[in-house]
């Protein structure tokens, strides 16, 4: 698989999500507002916490799961990407700032 550029990944997320809409209105009525999808991507990092810890072997589970900690990981990229589009935040942006930001502060 080539390298997705974070563009592409906010696109094909943003589509996903409105297929997640659709699933919700038919199951619940409504679409998951905004605090609903940032409560979700918070379940989620809860969840790369403890495979993580699981992986480190500092959290007893019986068989190693790598799948599941990639796709978690995965899912909280996912995640981000939906928040950011659903508030009007460019990830691409975001993640520009973020990393010129922290750069300038140490230097690099």
């Known amino acids: 698989m080539d390298n997705l550029t974070i563009k592409?990944?906010?696109?094909?997320?943003?589509?996903?999500?409105?297929h997640y809409h659709i699933l919700e209105t038919k199951h619940h009525g409504s679409e998951w507002s905004v605090e609903e999808d940032a409560l979700a991507f918070l379940t989620d990092a809860g969840l790369v916490g403890r495979l993580t810890m699981a992986q480190q072997?500092?959290?007893?589970?019986?068989?190693?799961?790598?799948?599941?900690?990639?796709?978690?990981i995965g899912?909280?990229?996912?995640?981000?990407?939906?928040?950011?589009?659903?508030?009007?935040?460019?990830?691409?942006d975001a993640l520009d700032a973020f990393l010129s930001t922290t750069e300038k502060q140490f230097k690099l």
Request: net charge negative; proline share 2%; hydrophobic share 40%.
């Open 75 to 92: 899912e909280c990229m996912w995640w981000l990407m939906v928040l950011a589009d659903r508030m009007g935040i460019n990830s691409e």
């Open 57 to 72: 072997g500092h959290w007893p589970v019986g068989e190693s799961n790598e799948a599941g900690l990639e796709h978690k």
């Open 8 to 18: 592409e990944a906010a696109e094909r997320s943003k589509k996903i999500r409105e």
